[in-house]
């Protein structure tokens, strides 16, 4: 039952994924940069902002791996959203997530899989940057993978089904990805905060200043270098 179970949320998730292909090509007008700084095999924590619902599937339709999402509790106690969330993701809750979701995360790095994080913990409500959570910090210095942060603009604009006819501009901006410097075997907090701002300075690079909110800084140049020279028109 397990392995039939799994073939059918494997069905479900590359069904999905194909039907937002379509529909972002279709209603918007999608770009995506930087998609060869994804690794081609091997464990990789993906990091980006949010500000849509439908960022997770954004994603997946703009990525070239089957991607496993880590999202909030609430979303696998409807029914209505539950069988497509099951396809995509593993429940976790705000913040630091639970001994449950960690053994989650890291089994699901430890298999060689992209696992997706959202660190601001929720969606932006003004499009812009929110502090963010230490669980993305936690996971990535336990299970010692390659982070690669993703910057996404437009998606925000999508705030009901009548904006989709008004071929919204949405881009997801993929960075470089890069390790966090070692820490403790039980990281401190202030090792915590420390690497939490770095992973949110980076998709901040990625981001035009509008969207940077809390970790605004002057100059852009890592997103200006990703952009150049490397587009994908899906």
Sequence with gaps: MD??????????YYLCMTTMKVLLVILCRWRVYGQDNLPEEGPVLIVSNHMNFIDP???????????????????????MSRPIVQAF????????????????AASTLQKG????????????????????FP????????AGVPILPIGITGSEK???????????????????????????SVPTRKQLVETTDMIMYRIA??????YQGVYSKNGNSEQEGVLVGDKTCL
Excluded: C
């Excluded at 392995?3 to 479900?12: A, C, D, G, P, T």
């Excluded at 993701?89 to 989650?104: D, I, T, Y």
């Excluded at 669980?135 to 336990?142: D, F």
């Design 3 to 12: 392995f039939i179970y799994r073939q059918v949320m494997s069905v479900l």
């Design 57 to 79: 599937p954004l994603l997946a339709a703009s990525l070239r791996r089957k991607l496993t999402f880590m999202a909030k509790r609430e979303l696998f106690e409807s029914w």
């Design 89 to 104: 993701a593993f429940s976790v809750s705000r913040g630091v997530p639970n001994k449950e979701s960690l053994h989650h």
């Design 113 to 132: 899989k992209p696992l997706v994080m959202f660190p601001e913990g929720r969606r932006s409500p003004n499009a812009q940057m929110m502090e963010g």
């Design 135 to 142: 669980g993305s910090s936690l996971i990535a210095l336990k």
């Design 158 to 184: 999508l705030k009901n089904f009548f904006h989709v006819f008004k071929h919204n501009h949405i881009t997801v901006n993929v960075g470089k990805p890069f390790d966090l410097p070692e820490a403790d």
């Design 205 to 210: 690079d990625l981001l035009p200043k509008e």
